[in-house]
């Protein structure tokens, strides 16, 4: 049994500007709401909203009245991302945060068809997992819809094992849902950030941006459990 007798409990995340190579997170405010309502705007079937409690959003005062509630909480923290080029992309939190067990959670990823498979969208959520570890939280945990294969796929991809399924979790837009839970722990933190730096060097991608080594071939090896819905 691990002693954590002399272990202090990391701070409450401050509300700031994370800064990447390609990507920033910004804490979310009234400004980014016409930037984003945009970006949304491309999903025109609405299916990023699927797996979410809130959206889609009929119109910009509609969405503007969901972001005035959660741009003041801090848990969930929101933030922005904002892409290479300026533009914004869309938002995650970190939630769940638990301090005194030193745990927190990745959640509300509303990524805009313009963020999806890029590598802002992928170090948008590496950076929210270097604060985390780098200001002394022990876990990283990523929850999700049992149904939602994608985001089940990601959470392995980015390095967070499989934990399992809880049944009847929840309830969301009047459907169950049972949750598959994934994480990370400090102690696979060294290799996991050597792996996410190694994806995102530009050298790991041609002239074309074509990626030359998948991440999830990176993090494979530090993974101590597959999800096995994944096959």
Not at 21 to 36: K, M
Not at 79 to 85: L, P, S, T, V, W
Not at 102 to 127: D, H, I, K, M, N
Not at 158 to 182: M, P
Request: hydrophobic fraction near 40%; aromatic fraction near 12%.
């Amino acid at each position: 049994m691990t002693d954590l007798s002399a272990w202090i409990p990391p701070d409450l995340p401050p509300r700031t500007v994370i800064r990447g190579r390609y990507a920033t997170l910004e804490p979310l405010s009234r400004a980014h709401a016409p930037g984003l309502f945009e970006a949304f705007a491309e999903d025109r079937d609405g299916a990023m909203w699927s797996w979410l409690p809130a959206g889609p959003h009929r119109d910009l005062a509609s969405y503007l009245a969901w972001l005035d509630t959660a741009r003041l909480g801090w848990d969930p923290l929101h933030y922005a991302i904002r892409m290479q080029d300026g533009r914004l992309g869309g938002t995650l939190s970190l939630m769940r945060i638990d301090p005194r067990a030193g745990s927190a959670e990745a959640g509300w990823l509303t990524f805009a068809p313009r963020l999806q498979r890029t590598r802002e969208a992928t170090e948008a959520v590496y950076r929210l997992m270097e604060w985390s570890f780098d200001a002394g939280y022990r876990r990283f945990e990523w929850k999700c819809d049992a149904a939602n294969m994608p985001s089940r796929s990601a959470a392995q991809r980015f390095g967070l094992s499989y934990e399992g399924i809880f049944r009847q979790a929840t309830i969301v837009k009047g459907r169950n849902r049972d949750t598959a839970w994934f994480a990370a722990i400090d102690s696979e933190w060294p290799a996991l950030k050597t792996a996410f730096e190694t994806w995102l060097d530009p050298a790991n991608f041609d002239d074309r941006g074509q990626q030359r080594q998948r991440l999830a071939d990176l993090t494979a090896p530090i993974l101590v459990a597959r999800d096995p819905g994944l096959g």
